[in-house]
């Protein structure tokens, strides 16, 4: 069976330093990864999304990046936090190819101080 | 453009009611595929069921069911003899055939079920 994980699960960081967030799926080849960022009391916002190893597509302009250095590896980075970072991040996958329901880990609650 | 729609932002009822929670989308593709999900308060989300746009037949899956009806453009979720445990953030979710790779949510309702 596929799992997904996500670390750390909890981050408090103060303003301007850098981030830096995992995901892994285990279980499945060439999924697609998807970050989602869920402000407090708000829906989910995507983020990045990736259909193969270098392959990033930006949803929203701000101060994050994502990258895929292995098929099953997804990360979130930031070189300065702002406040405004301050959320629950989602990482999820599903199968390539067709339209087909998403996964999601169990999440990543950051506080930007 | 693609847009879901859960006009209720918050639902209370008492324990054993049954509760029903509005799902509006727009799409201009013929084929799509629409979603939901629920939100513990524990923060994952969890699959809940998939429907596509060529399969309007309402589904049943214990207490939960769903009533999907292309004329109005819904998708909405009755939960029966509501529970606690149902206690959750729930969100509708769309991915046109065309952009598949993606799937736009809807804001989410919370709904409180009070013993």
């Known amino acids: 069976s596929q799992t997904i994980h996500q670390w750390p699960a909890t981050l408090v960081q103060p303003v301007g330093s850098p981030l830096s967030l995992e995901c892994t799926v285990e279980?499945?080849?060439?999924?697609?990864l998807y970050w989602y960022r869920q402000a407090a009391g708000r829906g989910l916002q995507l983020l990045f999304y990736?259909?193969?190893?270098?392959?990033i597509s930006s949803e929203v302009p701000q101060n994050l990046s994502a990258s895929r250095p292995q098929d099953r590896q997804f990360i979130l980075s930031s070189k300065k936090l702002l406040l405004s970072d301050s959320g629950f991040y989602l990482c999820?996958?599903?199968?390539?190819?067709?339209?087909?329901?998403?996964?999601f880990g169990p999440g990543t609650r950051l506080t930007v101080l | 453009a693609q847009k879901v729609t859960q006009a209720q932002t918050e639902i209370s009822v008492v324990e054993k009611e049954d509760v029903t929670l509005d799902c509006v989308y727009e799409t201009r593709d013929t084929t799509y595929y629409l979603f939901w999900y629920k939100q513990p308060p524990s923060g994952e989300l969890v699959f809940l069921i998939r429907?596509?746009?060529?399969?309007?037949q309402n589904e049943i899956s214990g207490r939960y069911s769903w009533n999907f009806q292309k004329s109005t453009s819904s998708f909405n979720f009755t939960i029966t003899a509501s529970q606690v445990v149902d206690s959750a953030v729930y969100f509708c979710a769309l991915s046109e055939d065309t952009s598949y790779d993606k799937v736009i949510f809807g804001p989410g309702t919370s709904l409180s079920v009070i013993p």
């Open positions: 999820a996958w599903n199968l390539r190819g067709f339209v087909n329901e998403q996964f």
């Open positions: 279980g499945t080849s060439n999924p697609n």
């Open positions: 429907r596509n746009s060529f399969d309007e």
């Open positions: 990736s259909v193969g190893i270098g392959q």
